[in-house]
């Protein structure tokens, strides 16, 4: 289906004069895959309106990400057949979005050359369709790369007469929504170009298993904690080969996608159907099913009632390191009360089971007699398929597996336990501004009404203040809420009059569907409408007669697009691009995470005597959240899954937590939908900017979790990680761009307003993966959300305390060490001070290239004691191994607190409240120290690479530089005039805010 590239010319805002007479005839020229369109001339007008469509062909849709719409601004003379340049806008095709996506954007107008002048702004909507009713415009004729004008026509007219003729007919654009582009053709990233490892010759099946080395992460002593709480490094072999300094050593076996995991071999069984199935009582009915048995593993299909021809098509997989047996037996039995009938039997020597490896294609089903007890053919046919294959196939993730269920619970088969991938709905902001209603009908005309509007979308209520006017009242204020796409509720506003006490009358009220809400992706403004509200009472028809006009409110409601909305911690982020999609930039790299398994789980429950769990784990990143499958009755589980993320900014949290399933066995429901939750095992935080670009990390992470008793280790999570980048060039310039959208910067919420709409945000969110299938349950969003981390804690404001003293530690020991040179503990040193600082005294200028050269030697000499490992958690920092118990009581105790009467839990709640944001502030005040801190440690190491040759290029730069011309310049740039600044961040403030905190190490 040919796909067509839409552009709407909507206007232009403050253009540059160019007429010579304070004006300019403005017309715009778009140019795109060879084509060119051209708009009509809007006469002495610096603010023009268009409002022109245009559809381009895409002769090449595969090349889409690599082409650019411009669109070029010109001043037309018709005079002198001239035309001078405005401004240009220049579009990457990687930022196109379907019609349902488009809004109007207002591009900043670019220069054309160095010395060009340029100001304004350029309003389009661009979208790609792929409607067949919407034909391609007519494109102009190409311009003469000489003189820039169009070819020489025998018959010349009028450049106006030319423009206009060359106007395009419209085109109406269909409601109906067509999918993007790229979710069907789009390739995914290419990795980075690295060298081919070296051939790993030793076999890995006999090579001797390394044990794993315990590693540091913090070199400051306060910092260490105990060894069983520490990380430790280790050298799987994955995909066939093993981790050697980083990297996969391949091992002589065909290569494998899967290859930050280690492989595991599956006999893969499918059941398709069966044919001409024999009666099996008086009445000539047979309820079939099938039993694929593997020694004592057994996995049963479902049953059909009275059908001799069923179909099932399902798939059983068995671990081939758990089979005991060299036969596969697969039965067909007749379903009953009392006993189930033997129909028939195939069986399969293990050994004669072919090899499937992928990429080849799916083994094709044979039929196959079935054969009675005394080995004799008997009536009807089963249709399978058999193969030995890896977790690499196909098959796998639908599969039912033996390792996923014990012999004892091999009849547990749903899709609780199998292995998932969610993808969380796109958030918007919904801005609405009641400003004012008009014509109030009020019952009670003797006393002064007390008029609010209330506002509701779902679960989600706010209101206006108060107005006494009468009958016109007046509010302008803001509400902020969230919704989900799809739209499924609906805006409710509702005028209300206050009459008594808990009392409040309904005047009238008004729904807007989300869906026809108007978007924006920028701070443009959004025109108010008028609404009639409806009056959900009955009221006296006398009294509406006498009304001249029926009540209205004036509403100002928009879908804010350019905010990213926050779903989770901001310490944690694991996304940071705004809603909308046209300003969503390539992505910078790829994230590959390996989970291999977990080790010495703490038992969750008992099972038949004996302590056990049933273990899965969550991932979270960005939109795409995982869930491996569920690991019946064991406390040493082996996922060995490997799943992937596009990676838009590396200054982004990866979050994996470890969950026991209670959703199956004997407490559970039937159907696996019990109000159990899912116990928390534990978690772990992994900031992508410490992680060194190509590098394969292996490491067994503790999973620590604080408990009413204390802290706990609850085990062990083996991963596997790389973070790979397709542009290194891309990846640092991330570190000069802001870390939030521009939306955040031009118009900020409120940090009431952020912790509000972030609650909202998580329970959309947790609603929304809770009612796919299988659920992905709300415990568990919430705990991977951290959705209680703003409460009061006496154990974060401790830990959040020594944070703050560790950073000014480094200031206490040059002043000890300052002591000691007063003092002459050391004369050597105290002589060497004075000359230092004679020199420095008489040349000044040296003061600052000194400070900077001296921080580069230190970076440089800090390299060799760079931290080689992701943080995890520590809890030293997190202040868990010496918190007194009632501590503890009162930071797991219930919000509101239970533990006292009414007036002592007012004001408990409200000490929570108050300190719960000064342990915010002082935690924020101690991450500014530690980004310092981590300006030469590097524990960013593309961070560090920065800062470091910045040093030795300021240091260069300041020792050819007189001094007084750096003040100079410093000064006039502080004191420099309000057009020359700009809202957004300078490029240093965003490298700061970048760095890396020791926040991804709290508990």
């Known amino acids: 289906m040919a796909y067509k590239l839409g552009v709407e010319v909507v206007s232009a805002h403050d253009l540059m004069p160019k007429d010579g007479h304070?004006?300019?005839?403005?017309?715009?020229?778009?140019?795109?895959?060879?084509?060119?369109?051209?708009?009509?001339?809007?006469?002495?007008?610096?603010?023009?309106?268009?409002?022109?469509?245009?559809?381009?062909?895409?002769?090449?849709?595969?090349?889409?990400?690599?082409?650019?719409?411009?669109?070029?601004?010109?001043?037309?003379?018709?005079?002198?057949?001239?035309?001078?340049f405005i401004g240009k806008v220049r579009i990457s095709g990687t930022s196109f979005v379907p019609l349902s996506d488009a809004v109007v954007m207002h591009y900043p107008l670019e220069k054309r050359g160095l010395f060009s002048r340029v100001k304004g702004e350029l309003g389009l909507k661009v979208f790609l369709t792929n409607d067949p009713s919407i034909k391609a415009s007519n494109p102009l004729p190409a311009l003469d790369p000489l003189s820039n004008q169009p070819p020489a026509n025998p018959n010349p007219v009028p450049l106006v007469q030319e423009y206009k003729s060359e106007r395009h007919t419209f085109h109406t654009i269909p409601k109906e929504v067509h999918q993007q582009y790229y979710a069907q053709h789009q390739p995914p990233p290419p990795i980075s170009d690295l060298p081919p490892p070296p051939r790993y010759s030793a076999d890995p099946m006999k090579a001797e298993p390394v044990p794993p080395r315990i590693v540091r992460m913090y070199s400051s002593a306060s910092s260490q904690q105990p060894p069983e709480y520490s990380l430790k490094e280790t050298n799987p072999f994955l995909g066939g080969g093993q981790i050697v300094g980083g990297r996969v050593i391949r091992a002589d076996k065909p290569s494998s996608t899967y290859d930050l995991v280690e492989q595991m071999q599956y006999l893969f069984v499918r059941v398709v159907k069966a044919k001409d199935l024999p009666a099996m009582d008086v009445s000539g009915s047979l309820d079939p099913y099938v039993e694929v048995r593997v020694g004592n593993y057994r996995g049963t299909t479902r049953h059909f009632e009275k059908k001799q021809n069923p179909e099932w098509n399902e798939v059983f997989a068995f671990s081939r390191d758990r089979m005991q047996t060299s036969v596969l037996d697969v039965l067909v039995k007749d379903k009953d009360l009392v006993k189930d009938d033997f129909v028939g039997i195939v069986r399969f020597d293990l050994n004669d089971v072919p090899t499937r490896v992928p990429p080849d294609s799916p083994l094709a089903p044979e039929w196959y007699r079935l054969v009675d007890k005394k080995g004799e053919k008997a009536k009807g046919e089963l249709m399978l398929a058999?193969?030995?294959?890896?977790?690499?196939?196909?098959?796998?993730p639908d599969a039912w597996h033996s390792d996923a269920a014990?012999?004892?619970?091999?009849?547990v088969v749903g899709a609780h336990i199998r292995s998932k991938v969610y993808h969380a709905p796109r958030l918007w902001y919904v801005r609405v501004n009641i400003i004012e209603?008009?014509?109030?009908?009020?019952?009670?005309?003797?006393?002064?009404?007390?008029?609010?509007?209330?506002?509701?979308?779902?679960?989600?209520?706010?209101?206006?203040?108060?107005?006494?006017?009468?009958?016109?009242?007046?509010?302008?204020?803001?509400?902020?809420?969230?919704?989900?796409?799809?739209?499924?509720?609906?805006?409710?506003?509702?005028?209300?009059?206050?009459?008594?006490?808990n009392k409040d009358e309904i005047i009238g009220r008004v729904i807007i569907p989300l869906a026809s809400i108007e978007r924006r992706a920028d701070d443009r403004i959004i025109h108010g409408r008028w609404f009639n509200l409806e009056k959900p009472v009955v009221v006296d028809v006398d009294l509406i007669k006498k009304e001249k006009f029926a009540t209205r409110l004036?509403?100002?409601v928009c879908l804010d697009g350019g905010y990213h909305v926050l779903d989770e911690s901001t310490h944690y982020s694991s996304?940071?691009?705004?809603?909308?999609?046209?300003?969503?930039?390539?992505?910078?790299?790829?994230?590959?995470?390996?989970?291999?398994?977990?080790?010495?789980?703490?038992?969750?429950?008992?099972?038949?005597?004996?302590?056990?769990?049933?273990?899965?784990?969550?991932?979270?990143?960005?939109?795409?959240?995982?869930?491996?499958?569920?690991?019946?009755?064991?406390?040493?589980?082996?996922?060995?899954?490997?799943?992937?993320?596009?990676?838009?900014?590396?200054?982004t949290v990866l979050t994996i937590g470890v969950f026991d399933n209670c959703q199956i066995g004997e407490k559970a429901k039937e159907g696996g939908n019990g109000n159990n939750r899912d116990a928390k095992v534990g978690k772990v935080r992994i900031r992508l900017s410490t992680l060194e670009t190509g590098r394969v990390y292996t490491h067994r992470y503790p999973l620590l979790v604080l408990h009413p008793s204390g802290v706990k280790k609850m085990g062990e999570l083996h991963l596997a990680i790389r973070f790979s980048s397709t542009s290194l060039i891309n990846t640092l310039y991330q570190y000069s761009r802001p870390l939030l959208p521009k939306m955040h910067y031009v118009r900020p919420l409120t940090v009431m307003q952020l912790d509000l709409l972030r609650h909202q945000a998580v329970q959309i969110v947790a609603a929304r993966l809770g009612r796919m299938e299988p659920p992905l349950r709300r415990e568990v969003v919430e705990y991977m959300s951290d959705v209680d981390s703003h409460l009061w804690s006496m154990r974060r404001s401790k830990a959040n305390f020594f944070r703050l003293m560790s950073v000014f530690s480094g200031l206490f020991a040059v002043g000890r060490w300052f002591a000691d040179v007063c003092a002459w503990r050391n004369p050597i040193t105290t002589v060497l001070v004075h000359v230092l600082f004679l020199m420095l005294v008489c040349f000044p200028e040296l003061v600052l290239p000194t400070i900077f050269l001296y921080m580069f030697l230190i970076g440089i000499w800090n390299y060799r004691y760079r931290p080689r490992y992701p943080p995890h958690m520590n809890t030293k920092i997190s202040h868990a191994e010496a918190v007194h118990p009632d501590e503890l009581d009162e930071e797991f105790d219930t919000f509101p607190t239970s533990k006292s009467a009414e007036l002592v839990r007012m004001r408990y709640d409200r000490l929570r409240s108050v300190a719960g944001r000064i342990q915010t502030v002082?935690?924020?005040?101690?991450?500014?120290?530690?980004?310092?801190?981590?300006?030469?440690?590097?524990?960013?190491?593309?961070?560090?690479?920065?800062?470091?040759?910045?040093?030795?290029?300021?240091?260069?730069?300041?020792?050819?530089?007189?001094?007084?011309?750096?003040?100079?310049i410093s000064g006039i740039f502080v004191m420099r005039h309000p057009r020359f600044r700009h809202r957004l961040p300078s490029p240093p403030i965003n490298f700061f805010r970048r760095l890396p905190a020791r926040t991804d190490s709290m508990l």
């Open 575 to 651: 996304d940071l691009r705004p809603t909308a999609k046209q300003l969503w930039k390539p992505s910078i790299g790829l994230l590959e995470l390996g989970v291999l398994g977990a080790e010495g789980l703490h038992p969750m429950k008992t099972r038949e005597g004996k302590g056990t769990s049933d273990t899965y784990c969550v991932a979270k990143y960005g939109h795409k959240w995982v869930r491996t499958r569920t690991i019946i009755d064991s406390l040493g589980p082996k996922f060995n899954e490997q799943y992937t993320w596009e990676v838009y900014d590396p200054a």
């Open 437 to 501: 209603a008009q014509d109030l009908i009020m019952h009670d005309k003797t006393r002064f009404p007390d008029v609010y509007v209330k506002a509701q979308i779902g679960n989600q209520f706010m209101r206006t203040r108060t107005s006494q006017a009468r009958p016109n009242p007046f509010w302008n204020e803001d509400l902020m809420f969230v919704a989900a796409e799809p739209f499924e509720d609906h805006l409710m506003l509702s005028v209300e009059d206050r009459v008594g006490p």
């Open 22 to 84: 304070g004006s300019a005839s403005a017309c715009v020229e778009l140019q795109f895959d060879g084509q060119k369109f051209r708009t009509s001339v809007k006469e002495k007008d610096l603010s023009p309106v268009w409002n022109e469509h245009f559809y381009f062909a895409i002769s090449d849709p595969f090349n889409l990400p690599n082409m650019h719409l411009e669109a070029s601004i010109y001043n037309v003379n018709n005079e002198l057949h001239m035309r001078s």
């Open 922 to 968: 002082v935690g924020d005040i101690a991450t500014q120290g530690e980004r310092i801190q981590a300006l030469l440690s590097w524990r960013d190491p593309r961070a560090t690479a920065i800062f470091v040759l910045f040093c030795l290029v300021a240091a260069v730069g300041l020792y050819v530089t007189p001094l007084q011309v750096l003040v100079a």
């Open 386 to 396: 058999v193969w030995m294959g890896t977790q690499a196939d196909e098959a796998f």
């Open 554 to 556: 004036h509403v100002r």
């Open 406 to 411: 014990s012999p004892a619970h091999a009849a």
